[in-house]
Each structure stands twice: as C-alpha cells, then as structure tokens.
C-alpha cells in the first residue's frame, strides 16, 4: 500500500465500508491499526467488519470465529473510551450477533454482559435506536425460554435475568420512533407482536418492514425472517 497515514488508510478502507465490502476495507483498516494501534476510532471499525462477515459467513462456526475477532477489537475499544456511545455499542451489537450462536451456557455467560454494553450505550446516548433495537431483542430472547429452561439454567449456570415480549415492544417502539426508516426496527416489532398475539399488528408493521428498501447488509436475511413469520400468521 505504499508509505500511508492511518487517516488515508480509513479514507481507503471507508470507501469500502459504506459499500458493505467488509474485506476489502479490512486491509486498509488492519493496516491503519498497525500505524496507530490502541486506537478506538479505529478498533470499533474493524469490529464492525468482522461483523459484517458473519453475514456472509457459510457456516455456524466461521461466523462465530468472525463474531470473536469482532469482539477482540471491540472489548478494548470501549475499555479505552468507556464515554464514547460508538464504542460501546460495538460491544453490544458484537454480543447481540453472536448469543444465537453460543451454547447455552455461553449464552447466560453472555447476557448480562450484553446488558450492560446496552445499559452503557444507552446512559452516553439515550436516542441510539440500535442500542433501544438491541435491548428489545434482549427482552424478546430471554422472553422465549421456557419455564423448565429457565430453571435448568439457575441450577446449571446461576441463573437468567428476566425478560419480556412487553419490554421487548417497548423498546421496539422506541427505536421506530427515532429511526423510522430502518426496516429490522419494524420486522422486529412485527415478530413481538405475534409472540403477544397482536396478529394484526404484527402484519402491519411485518408488512411496512418488507416493503422498505434494503440499506444495511444484512437487510435481506431480516426480511426472510419477516416473510417466515407472515407464513406462521396465516
């Protein structure tokens, strides 16, 4: 790449960023890294990356592996700016990615501290309408598990906090009412809604989420989701 500042590198490797081409811009972002290492600006781009190779990834344990070197490049970077919202927020959103895939006992490992990244995104920017989207699906997922898991998992692992599809509408609510135009919001919302049994409601908002054009990168998977919950309220 030639003798490069670290801001011409992020120039570079922002160039294929915003085109959701994740490993082109990692080798300018890797490289600005070894130019400026510790730097939060950053690791939270880097994290971001890795995030948006788990969607493409074709396999359970590629995006898991991705998921974790996301996380190695966001944990430091909101450590280095616990007053920076960005950063903490990467953790967040690296957690919110990467619970499905975990085991189980990860997953109760993982949610409190997934919670608290939210919690701290959330006290630094309280109009974030990712952090408010994350803390739904919190409270949606914990919602899901059954009574008999629940109790399996105090035994097991020490316990689950307490969630509800409520909440989880709650903050789905608040997240539209920011940021309107992000369709996961309202397909979010839509699959609360049917776990509540607000069946017409959930088309609505289902419905206004489909017809939404695709922006971010993993806008098509969430838009299957939509579709695969429209054929259960049928």
Same mark, same amino acid.
């Given at each position: ?5 670290a801001d011409?590198?992020l120039k570079?490797?922002?160039?294929f960023?915003?085109?959701y081409?994740?490993g082109?811009a990692l080798k ?9 290492p ?10 971001r990356?890795?995030r948006?190779?788990?969607v ?5 344990e590629?995006?898991?592996r991705f ?7 966001a ?6 700016s ?6 903490q +927020?990467?953790?967040a *959103?690296t !957690?919110?990615?990467?619970?499905p895939? $975990?085991?189980? =006992?990860?997953q109760v490992e993982?949610?409190?501290?997934l919670?608290t990244?939210?919690?701290?995104t959330?006290?630094?920017d309280?109009?974030n309408d990712t952090?408010?989207?994350i803390l ?9 598990i ?6 399996l998992?105090?035994v097991v692992?020490?316990?689950?906090p307490?969630g509800?599809?409520?909440e989880?509408?709650k ?5 539209i009412?920011?940021n309107?135009?992000r +369709?996961?919001?309202? *397909?979010? !919302?839509g699959r609360v809604?049917?776990? $509540?049994?607000? =069946?017409?409601?959930?088309?609505r ?15 098509p998977?969430?838009?299957e989701?939509a579709?695969e919950?429209?054929?259960r309220?049928?």
């Amino acid at each position: 790449m030639g003798a490069q500042t670290a801001d011409e590198l992020l120039k570079k490797g922002e160039v294929f960023d915003q085109k959701y081409e994740p490993g082109e811009a990692l080798k300018f972002y890797l490289a600005a890294d070894k130019l400026e290492p510790q730097s939060v600006r950053i690791m939270v781009r880097i994290a971001r990356q890795y995030r948006h190779l788990m969607v493409g990834a074709s396999s359970k344990e590629e995006k898991v592996r991705f998921g974790r070197l996301a996380l190695t490049y966001a944990k430091p970077a909101a450590a280095l700016s616990p007053n920076d919202a960005e950063a903490q +927020l990467a953790v967040a *959103i690296t !957690l919110g990615k990467l619970m499905p895939l $975990l085991t189980s =006992k990860e997953q109760v490992e993982t949610s409190p501290r997934l919670r608290t990244a939210v919690d701290k995104t959330l006290r630094l920017d309280a109009r974030n309408d990712t952090a408010w989207h994350i803390l739904g699906r919190w409270h949606r997922t914990l919602a899901e598990i059954s009574g008999m898991k629940r109790a399996l998992a105090g035994v097991v692992y020490g316990g689950l906090p307490p969630g509800s599809f409520e909440e989880a509408a709650k903050c789905l609510e608040t997240a539209i009412s920011i940021n309107p135009t992000r +369709l996961m919001h309202s *397909i979010e !919302l839509g699959r609360v809604y049917a776990q $509540l049994g607000r =069946k017409d409601d959930a088309r609505r908002v289902l419905a206004k989420g489909l017809a939404m054009p695709n922006l971010e990168i993993d806008d098509p998977e969430t838009k299957e989701r939509a579709r695969e919950e429209l054929k259960r309220l049928r």
